[in-house]
Nanobody, 122 residues
Framework: EVQLVESGGGLVQPGGSLRLSCAAS????????MTWVRQAPGKGLEWVSS???????SYGDFVKGRFSISRDNAKNTLSLQLNSLNPEDTAMYYC????????????????WGQGTQVTVSS
């Protein structure tokens, strides 16, 4: 059974930083592409970033160099470093097994974690 457990969310002031983590189990993590998706209050799911099994990364246009996705295959952990946060980044952030892009049809399912809340506010 795929299990993805996110952590690291919280309340941060505009311009601040957070580091999200996702602990993965139940599948061969090192062979899987992984993705972060977010959902702002009252809005749809939005692709944030993906990383391939080989470490190739991709980001949504709105990231603009502020976020960095990484993986530690020895620890079965996916991370997302969030810098220069603004109120528009307030959302639930989900860890997802698989590779997605900005054109993907995103739907929550068994390869999704429960999410960690990021709130950017002064």
């Amino acid at each position: 059974e795929v299990q993805l457990v996110e952590s690291g969310g919280g309340l941060v002031q505009p311009g601040g930083s957070l580091r999200l983590s996702c602990a993965a189990s139940g599948f061969t993590f090192k062979l899987s592409s992984m993705t972060w998706v977010r959902q702002a209050p009252g809005k749809g799911l939005e692709w944030v970033s993906s990383i391939s099994a080989g470490g190739l990364t991709s980001y949504g246009d709105f990231v603009k160099g502020r976020f960095s996705i990484s993986r530690d295959n020895a620890k079965n952990t996916l991370s997302l470093q969030l810098n220069s946060l603004n109120p528009e980044d307030t959302a639930m952030y989900y860890c997802v097994r698989g590779h997605y892009t900005e054109k993907s049809d995103l739907r929550r399912g068994p390869n999704w974690g429960q999410g960690t809340q990021v709130t950017v506010s002064s």
